[in-house]
């Protein structure tokens, strides 16, 4: 019998720390889901108007290079984001073919009301660890992303 049949499969599977960070991941991004939910956001949104804020003015089709989204996907979230007063489309002053996006001060007020939310809702998320062990996990999710991150530079 392999570890894939009979008893002890599951417990194999739940073994495995890319099931268990999974897992987690996974209950965290549902806990900052709800929490930004109080500002009207869902994650998504909260992710194009948080890139938008870093690098605006910017043109659409640098925010779909940058976050990896669909450009239709994009669109329609910056749609969201205008209809909100969160975010602006206006000519690009650069190439005026282009859109150039830019965060508004209500989309700035948000974003910081958003952050301490994300920033609760995670402290609820590793509340069952100590404030050593907290900086200590973060710690090494961070060496294995960079060793991941470092894997795909050229």
Do not use: F
Not at 33 to 60: D, F, K, S
Not at 92 to 108: C, E, F, I, L, Y
Request: hydrophobic residues 40%.
């Amino acid at each position: 019998m392999t570890r894939t049949e009979g008893p002890g499969a599951l417990a194999h599977l739940r073994s495995l720390p890319s099931w268990l960070v999974g897992r987690v991941a996974a209950h965290g991004r549902s806990l900052v889901a709800e929490a930004i939910a109080e500002e009207g956001l869902r994650p998504p949104q909260h992710t194009v108007l948080a890139a938008v804020a870093e690098h605006g003015p910017v043109a659409q089709a640098d925010l779909v290079r940058r976050l990896g989204l669909d450009a239709k996907d994009v669109v329609l979230l910056l749609n969201d984001l205008e209809d909100a007063g969160l975010a602006v489309r206006r000519p690009d002053p650069r190439d005026r073919r282009k859109n150039a996006v830019t965060v508004t001060q209500s989309g700035t007020q948000t974003l910081e009301r958003c952050a301490e939310l994300a920033e609760r809702a995670n402290a609820e998320l590793l509340s069952p660890l100590s404030a050593a062990e907290g900086r200590q996990l973060m710690d090494l999710l961070d060496r294995v992303h960079e060793a991941r991150a470092g894997d795909r530079r050229p």
